[in-house]
């Protein structure tokens, strides 16, 4: 079983920069794909970034060039730095684990991002 918790969220201004972490525990992280993803009220689920065991990394075209993930695996943690924020990116923030056929969510951190 493994645990995932996020922290990081919270309120920031149109261009203001986040960044999110998502600490696992209970299992061999650096095997794991991670990712980030989001959900803002009304809509579906989405991926904004993940990244490999191996460190490729895989990007939503609405965060390429502004959002970077990145993993220490001996910290067991991913993070996902959030530059140039916009309105657009206001959702509650998941952390993802996978590794077939195991799949791990945490509990979602909230990102404001006020006009």
């Known amino acids: 079983q493994v645990q995932l918790v996020e922290s990081g969220g919270g309120l920031v201004q149109a261009g203001g920069s986040l960044r999110l972490a998502c600490v696992a525990s209970?299992?061999?992280?650096?095997?794991?794909?991670m990712g980030w993803y989001r959900q803002a009220p009304g809509k579906q689920r989405e991926l904004v970034a993940a990244?490999?065991?191996?460190?490729?990394?895989n990007y939503a075209d609405s965060v390429k060039g502004r959002f970077t993930i990145s993993r220490d695996n001996a910290k067991s943690t991913v993070y996902l730095q959030m530059n140039s924020l916009k309105p657009e990116d206001t959702a509650v923030y998941y952390c993802?684990?996978?590794?077939?056929?195991?799949?791990?969510w945490g509990q979602g951190t909230q990102v404001t991002v006020s006009s």
């Open positions: 990244m490999s065991s191996g460190g490729s990394t």
């Open positions: 209970g299992s061999i992280f650096s095997a794991y794909v």
């Open positions: 993802r684990g996978n590794l077939y056929p195991a799949e791990y």
